[in-house]
C-alpha cells in the first residue's frame, strides 16, 4: 500500500472504531477462565460424595486428618494422564501453581535433595524462560528474585540450541519453565525432539530442574489432537530421572480453583518434597480429591468429558480465527497461531503495535491480557505479542470484541507504517 | 510409703501391666482426631452447595477463579469468631498450619511489611514457645531453622516475665507462639493480664509479630466455657495494631482436613501477606467456603454445632480425669489439669518418667504423643510431660488405654523411686 492507501484505510478503520466506542462495551479477554457452560459440565461434582461415600477404596475416611501424598484412586487417576506409575505422583490442594511456587521455595531453601545445596546459596540463581509464556510462571520468579533470561519460542517449543547452550554454561542456571503442551499462550506442543533434547542436554547445574507445567494435557480443541512424548520417561532412559517436575491439575476440567492438583516427579524427588511439605501441612483436601475421582472416574472418562468441553470452545475459537482471517489476513501486519488445544490464540503484530493495540481496545471497552505480560518482567522486546483468551466470553460479545481487536491492530500497524515511512 | 510398700506396689502393678500385654492392645492417642460420631455431625456439607448454590450473596459464581482473600461471607463468619473485622481477615484453603508456614516463610523471605527488613537477613532469627506446646509449631520452626527458647507455661498462660524480659532485649526474638485458648495441650487459656502484656510489651524487634493459633476458640467441654480477651483490641488499644497474626480454621468443627482456615490480623498486614501470596495461588477453594457458610452460617449456630462435639467428647475427657484421679490421685507422682475444652489433658510425671511411661505403654499396645514431643527440639527438660488425647478412641478402648496409662506412671514412678533411694 502507498500512504495514500493507507490513509484511507485509516480513515475507514476510525469510523469503526468510532462506532464501537459509542457501543460502550465492556468485555474481559484478560484471562484463561473457563464460561459458565463449561462450569455446568462439572455440577455432578457437587453430590459425588453424597452418592459414592467418603471412604477410599482402601477404607480411609477422607473426612479426617492425613494422607499427605493424596488419596491412591487420586495418585492413580492422575498417573494415566501424565502417564507415570502411581507413586511418582503427589495430589496437592487447588491449585498447581501453589505445588509450584513450594517446589521452588523448597530447591531455594533447602536444596532438591538429602545432599543438594539451597539454591539461595549461589550467587545467582537464573531460570530460562521460554517467551512468550505465562506471566504468572514469570511473576513468581520476579517475587522470589530469581533472574529470568527470555527464550525464542520456535514451532516445536523452546529455541533448543540456545537452552542446550546457557544450560551448558551457566551453573546458576536452576531451570527451565515449559508449557509443553497447547502452551500459553502460543498452543504449541513441545516435538519429541524436543522433549528428548531436554531431558537429555548437559547441564551445569547437577540440580537443574524442568519445571514442566502441563496444564492443558488433556485439553483437545480438534479430533486430531497433538500427542506429547513422555518426558518422565526420556529422562529416566537418559540417566537424569530426577530433572523434571511434571504439574497438572483438574482446574479446567472441572471447577477452577475448586480442583485438585498434582505433582509427578521420580520416587527421590517425590520423597525430598514430601518431607518438606510435612512442616507445611496435615494433608490435602481428601473430600475434594475423592469427589474428583467418583466424578472423572478413569482416562477414558475424562476424555469424553474434554470433548464437551472442546464442543464448547471449539467455536469460540473458529470464530476468533475466522474473524483474523477475514481481518488480518494476507496483510502483512499480523499472525497468529491455529492451536489444536489449550486456551490461547497467540497474535504477533509489528514490531512496536502490541502495547499501542491493548490499549486501543481498552479505550473502546475491550479489556485483552496486558502487552508484554507474555515476557519476563513483563517486557516483550519486540512489542508484538497480544495473548487471546476466547473462553469465557459468549459468542456475541467475542464477536464484537474481535471485530475491534482486528480494527486496533489495524489502526496501530498503518499509523506505525505512516510514522516510520514503511509505505510504498 | 518406703521401700517395701513400694516394692508391694510394684508387684501388684507388674501382674496388672502383664494381663495388658496378653490382650494384644493396639490403641492410638497420638493425635488430636475427632472420632467418627463427631465427623457425622458435619455430614450436611456434602449437599450443601446443591442444596443452596454456588453462588455468593454477592453473585460472584464460586466455580470459577480469583477471591484471593476469601468471599465475603466466609470473612464475615471468621470476623465473628475472631472478634475481629471482615476485611481484617484472609479465608485460606483446608490448613491453618499452611497459613502459619506462608506467613514465616514470607517474614523470613520478604519482611513483615513494605519497608521492613526480611528476618533471614538477620544473623540468628529466634522464637520464643511457650512448653508444653504444639509439636507441629515447634517442628516448623526447626525445619525453617529458627531458633527456639522454651518457654515455661503457669496457670494463666506463658511466663509472662520472662517473655518481657527476653522480647525487649534481643532483637533477633521475632516472634511467639501462643495457643491462648485451652491451649494445645495443657488446655489453659491465657488471662487478661497475659493477653494485654503480649500486646502491648516493648519489643527489641519492630517486626516482632505474635502466632496466635487461636485453634480451639469454639471448642467447649462445659457449659461453663473460657473467657479470652480480644488480642487484637488490645494490640490497637497499646498502638501494636501489627503485631498479631491470629489463626484459626474450621478442622475441628467440620471436617480435619477438608475445612477452610483463617488469618486475622491488621489491614496493613492483611495487604502485605495478600501481596506475597498472589504470587502462589490464585485463590482458595471458594466452594468449600460457601458450603462452610452454607452449613455453619453463624456464630450462633456454630455454638450449637460446637455442644454436639461436646455431648461427645465430654464422657471421654470425665472418663481419662476419673481414671487418672481414681488410679493416681493423691499418690504425689502425677499431675494433670482439668480443661474446659480444647483436644487434650496434659499430664505431668515425677521428672524423667515420660519417656519411660510412652515406652511402657507402647510395649503393651496403647501409642501415645512421643514424650519431648511437647517442647522445642523434641527434648521436655524434665522429662514428665505427656500429652493425652481422649478424642479419637471408643469410651471402652480409651478406658482401657487410660487405666494402662496410669499402671505405666506408677511402674515408671515407683521403680524410679526405688532407684533414686526417694522413699521413707
Same mark, same amino acid.
Given at each position: 500500500?502507498?500512504?495514500?492507501?493507507?490513509?484511507?484505510?485509516?480513515?475507514?478503520?476510525?469510523?469503526?472504531?468510532?462506532?464501537?466506542?459509542?457501543?460502550?462495551?465492556?468485555?474481559?479477554?484478560?484471562?484463561?477462565?473457563?464460561?459458565?457452560?463449561?462450569?455446568?459440565?462439572?455440577?455432578?461434582?457437587?453430590?459425588?460424595?453424597?452418592?459414592?461415600?467418603?471412604?477410599?477404596?482402601?477404607?480411609?475416611?477422607?473426612?479426617?486428618?492425613?494422607?499427605?501424598?493424596?488419596?491412591?484412586?487420586?495418585?492413580?487417576?492422575?498417573?494415566?494422564?501424565?502417564?507415570?506409575?502411581?507413586?511418582?505422583?503427589?495430589?496437592?490442594?487447588?491449585?498447581?501453581?501453589?505445588?509450584?511456587?513450594?517446589?521452588?521455595?523448597?530447591?531455594?531453601?533447602?536444596?532438591?535433595?538429602?545432599?543438594?545445596?539451597?539454591?539461595?546459596?549461589?550467587?545467582?540463581?537464573?531460570?530460562?524462560?521460554?517467551?512468550?509464556?505465562?506471566?504468572?510462571?514469570?511473576?513468581?520468579?520476579?517475587?522470589?528474585?530469581?533472574?529470568?533470561?527470555? #527464550?525464542?519460542?520456535?514451532?516445536?517449543?523452546? /529455541?533448543?540450541? %540456545?537452552?542446550? +547452550?546457557? @544450560? *551448558?554454561? &551457566?551453573?546458576? $542456571?536452576?531451570?527451565?519453565?515449559?508449557?509443553?503442551?497447547?502452551?500459553?499462550?502460543?498452543? #504449541?506442543?513441545?516435538?519429541?525432539?524436543?522433549? /528428548?533434547?531436554? %531431558?537429555?542436554? +548437559?547441564? @551445569? *547445574?547437577? &540440580?537443574?530442574? $524442568?519445571?514442566?507445567?502441563?496444564?492443558?494435557?488433556?485439553?483437545?480443541?480438534?479430533?486430531?489432537?497433538?500427542?506429547?512424548?513422555?518426558?518422565?520417561?526420556?529422562?529416566?532412559?537418559?540417566?537424569?530421572?530426577?530433572?523434571?517436575?511434571?504439574?497438572?491439575?483438574?482446574?479446567?476440567?472441572?471447577?477452577?480453583?475448586?480442583?485438585?492438583?498434582?505433582?509427578?516427579?521420580?520416587?527421590?524427588?517425590?520423597?525430598?518434597?514430601?518431607?518438606?511439605?510435612?512442616?507445611?501441612?496435615?494433608?490435602?483436601?481428601?473430600?475434594?480429591?475423592?469427589?474428583?475421582?467418583?466424578?472423572?472416574?478413569?482416562?477414558?472418562?475424562?476424555?469424553?468429558?474434554?470433548?464437551?468441553?472442546?464442543?464448547?470452545?471449539?467455536?469460540?475459537?473458529?470464530?476468533?480465527?475466522?474473524?483474523?482471517?477475514?481481518?488480518?489476513?494476507?496483510?502483512?501486519?499480523?499472525?497468529?497461531?491455529?492451536?489444536?488445544?489449550?486456551?490461547?490464540?497467540?497474535?504477533?503484530?509489528?514490531?512496536?503495535?502490541?502495547?499501542?493495540?491493548?490499549?486501543?481496545?481498552?479505550?473502546?471497552?475491550?479489556?485483552?491480557?496486558?502487552?508484554?505480560?507474555?515476557?519476563?518482567?513483563?517486557?516483550?522486546?519486540?512489542?508484538?505479542?497480544?495473548?487471546?483468551?476466547?473462553?469465557?466470553?459468549?459468542?456475541?460479545?467475542?464477536?464484537?470484541?474481535?471485530?475491534?481487536?482486528?480494527?486496533?491492530?489495524?489502526?496501530?500497524?498503518?499509523?506505525?507504517?505512516?510514522?516510520?515511512?514503511?509505505?510504498?
Amino acid at each position: 500500500m502507498n500512504q495514500s492507501d493507507i490513509q484511507k484505510a485509516l480513515n475507514n478503520l476510525e469510523e469503526r472504531y468510532a462506532k464501537f466506542k459509542e457501543m460502550n462495551l465492556k468485555l474481559d479477554m484478560t484471562r484463561g477462565r473457563p464460561c459458565t457452560e463449561q462450569l455446568d459440565l462439572s455440577n455432578g461434582l457437587f453430590s459425588a460424595i453424597d452418592k459414592y461415600g467418603y471412604k477410599t477404596e482402601n477404607g480411609i475416611d477422607c473426612r479426617n486428618y492425613g494422607g499427605l501424598e493424596g488419596i491412591p484412586e487420586a495418585r492413580r487417576l492422575f498417573a494415566q494422564i501424565l502417564e507415570v506409575e502411581p507413586d511418582e505422583v503427589i495430589i496437592g490442594g487447588n491449585s498447581s501453581l501453589n505445588l509450584m511456587y513450594d517446589a521452588i521455595s523448597i530447591a531455594l531453601r533447602f536444596g532438591t535433595g538429602p545432599n543438594s545445596k539451597p539454591w539461595s546459596h549461589y550467587p545467582k540463581v537464573k531460570f530460562l524462560c521460554p517467551s512468550p509464556g505465562y506471566d504468572r510462571h514469570f511473576a513468581m520468579l520476579e517475587n522470589f528474585g530469581i533472574e529470568m533470561i527470555a #527464550i525464542d519460542m520456535k514451532k516445536d517449543g523452546p /529455541d533448543m540450541d %540456545a537452552v542446550e +547452550k546457557l @544450560a *551448558a554454561e &551457566d551453573e546458576g $542456571i536452576k531451570g527451565i519453565w515449559c508449557v509443553p503442551k497447547y502452551s500459553n499462550p502460543d498452543g #504449541i506442543t513441545y516435538s519429541d525432539e524436543t522433549v /528428548d533434547r531436554l %531431558a537429555g542436554m +548437559k547441564t @551445569a *547445574a547437577d &540440580d537443574f530442574r $524442568i519445571f514442566y507445567d502441563n496444564a492443558y494435557v488433556v485439553h483437545h480443541l480438534t479430533d486430531n489432537p497433538d500427542r506429547l512424548k513422555n518426558i518422565m520417561a526420556s529422562c529416566k532412559k537418559a540417566g537424569n530421572p530426577d530433572r523434571v517436575y511434571i504439574f497438572s491439575s483438574t482446574s479446567k476440567i472441572t471447577f477452577p480453583g475448586s480442583g485438585i492438583s498434582a505433582l509427578a516427579a521420580s520416587r527421590s524427588n517425590i520423597e525430598f518434597i514430601k518431607k518438606h511439605i510435612s512442616f507445611q501441612t496435615i494433608g490435602p483436601n481428601k473430600l475434594n480429591q475423592l469427589a474428583h475421582v467418583h466424578f472423572l472416574r478413569d482416562l477414558k472418562h475424562i476424555e469424553e468429558h474434554m470433548k464437551k468441553h472442546a464442543a464448547i470452545l471449539r467455536p469460540k475459537f473458529d470464530l476468533v480465527l475466522d474473524t483474523l482471517e477475514r481481518e488480518l489476513g494476507g496483510k502483512n501486519i499480523a499472525w497468529w497461531n491455529r492451536p489444536n488445544g489449550g486456551y490461547f490464540i497467540s497474535l504477533f503484530t509489528l514490531d512496536g503495535c502490541a502495547k499501542e493495540v491493548v490499549k486501543l481496545a481498552k479505550e473502546a471497552g475491550v479489556s485483552l491480557t496486558g502487552a508484554g505480560a507474555t515476557y519476563p518482567y513483563g517486557k516483550d522486546p519486540r512489542d508484538r505479542n497480544i495473548r487471546i483468551a476466547p473462553t469465557m466470553p459468549p459468542l456475541n460479545e467475542l464477536k464484537l470484541a474481535t471485530e475491534l481487536l482486528c480494527i486496533c491492530v489495524q489502526l496501530a500497524s498503518y499509523r506505525k507504517m505512516l510514522e516510520n515511512g514503511d509505505c510504498a
